[in-house]
């Protein structure tokens, strides 16, 4: 079976899932619980081998509709392809051989290529002038460069990378250049471990934190729930400065602070609240966050470029100062060693696009489903009491013409802005995204115009749908 290369690939795979689906059941000549060894693994990669050249991409995916392989069995296809697998792959097909398990709710994820943006009912002259617009405080000296992806659904309309990582040093490329992201990890990170441990029912929204977090107490804090960390809202100061200290002694004292205010009484942005949602998260998966979050989010998706913590010798890594390159720009989350609820993660400007495509997607992009889409609208939606809060997320507040979000983009948006000079804005009712990722922080004593570059961009990408419309 499968020794003649001259077979077509359907064929091939026609055979290859016969053979699978036996051996999982136990009745192929190939017998076992699921799990290979010796003489039995060498038939199983040997028929697995033949398919390489022309069929691997859908040979391997069978797996992912079946139960994990065994030790043996993964190991040994990750040998046989090479540890190219990413690529050679995709990202679905590499999460399941590294990790074991498929991935969440699907298999296939969208090429994210660009195609034309009049083929999904955008303008291209507006696309060109938010380009230009990026173009210009590139050459005023306002930031060194920035990556820029839009797109509407689950295509691409423009990605495009625009002057370099600093004096000297590459060319930005939307697909490779890494950027801090700041304060975009409350959202793609911290926010979306909650949704996820929410949708399994192992945390209440209305639940007061010290269900899970038992050390947070003093005070009122007894009274703070999980919602109102997610929407600012529990009475904790904007910041803090702790003692030097290890990462745990620093998070031990940070979950420590006193409220400022009385929870519910009004929204502080704070950066303490994501860092003790963290902390929850971690308590109550029973894992790190970002072993989670690979696992369930980054990896499903094709997010292989996005990751925590402290990124040594990274030449990809857009610098946020003359000194620091690859090392979180957040003091906080550097005393935390990187690893923080409020900052920390560091991705490309494609991986944070397909991310947005499946948050715009209602939780799904092409067969792979992260969230629930009533989760999506949960966590979107505007809170009471919350100004112009979601849960984690913005909404488009009253002073749109000071903010990041736009004059023109729908009441239903929602997104986040991060320190470094980072944003993502996603428009459902217009099924829109855009992805602005720079390091403006890099070009001491620049004039900070973020929120104006920002707000230029969201108008001109719904401009892009009003006009192609």
């Not at 001259?6 to 190939?30: D, H, I």
């Not at 306002?142 to 689950?154: K, N, Q």
């Amino acid at each position: 079976m499968c020794r003649n290369s001259s077979r077509r690939p359907r064929e091939k795979l026609a055979s290859f899932r016969v053979f699978y689906s036996a051996w999982l059941s136990g009745t192929a000549p190939v017998r076992g619980s699921g799990k290979l060894s010796g003489k039995r693994s060498g038939r199983f990669l040997g028929r697995l081998k033949s398919l390489a050249s022309t069929a691997v991409p859908l040979a391997v995916s069978v797996l992912a509709l079946a139960s994990p392989p065994g030790e043996g069995v993964r190991a040994g296809i990750m040998g046989m392809i090479g540890r190219s697998t990413p690529v050679v792959l995709g990202p679905v097909v590499a999460s399941y051989l590294t990790s074991g398990s498929a991935p969440v709710g699907g298999l296939i994820v969208p090429a994210f290529e660009v195609v034309a943006p009049a083929q999904v009912g955008l303008n291209p002259k507006n696309l060109e002038r938010a380009e230009a617009a990026v173009s210009t405080d590139v050459r005023r000296g306002l930031i060194p460069g920035a990556a820029l992806v839009v797109g509407r659904g689950a295509e691409v309309v423009e990605k495009k990378g625009i002057g370099r990582l600093g004096s000297g040093l590459a060319e930005v490329d939307p697909d490779s250049t890494i950027y801090d992201l700041a304060s975009l990890t409350k959202v793609v990170a911290t926010t979306s471990a909650i949704m996820l441990l929410v949708e399994e029912g192992k945390v209440e929204l209305d639940a007061p934190v010290q269900r899970y977090l038992p050390e947070f107490q003093g005070g009122l804090k007894n009274r703070v729930t999980v919602r109102q960390l997610l929407t600012h809202t529990s009475g904790l100061p904007a910041g803090a400065s702790p003692p030097k200290g290890t990462p745990d002694e620093t998070l031990k004292r940070l979950i420590a602070t006193p409220l400022k205010t009385k929870p519910g009484e009004r929204m502080v942005y704070s950066d303490l609240g994501p860092i003790i949602l963290f902390a929850v998260a971690e308590r109550v998966a029973g894992e790190a966050v970002p072993v989670m979050l690979e696992r369930r989010v980054f990896a499903p998706l094709g997010m292989t470029s996005t990751k925590f913590g402290q990124l040594d010798a990274c030449d990809a890594c857009a610098p946020t100062t003359s000194g620091t390159r690859g090392l979180v720009h957040d003091p906080l989350a550097r005393r935390l060693g990187g690893v923080a609820g409020n900052a920390g993660l560091f991705s490309t400007a494609s991986d944070i696009g397909r991310f947005a495509a499946m948050m715009a997607g209602g939780g799904a992009l092409g067969e792979v489903r992260i969230f629930r889409e009533e989760t999506v609208r949960e966590f979107t939606a505007r809170q009471k009491g919350a100004g112009d809060r979601a849960l984690g997320w913005v909404t488009p507040g009253t002073r749109r013409a000071t903010g990041s979000e736009g004059e023109r983009i729908s009441d239903s948006a929602f997104g986040h802005t991060g320190f470094t000079g980072t944003s993502l804005w996603i428009d459902p009712e217009r099924g829109t995204w855009a992805v602005l990722l720079s390091n403006r922080t890099y070009i001491a004593g620049a004039p900070n115009r973020m929120q104006a570059l920002r707000r230029t961009i969201n108008n001109l990408v719904s401009a892009a749908v009003d006009a192609g419309s």
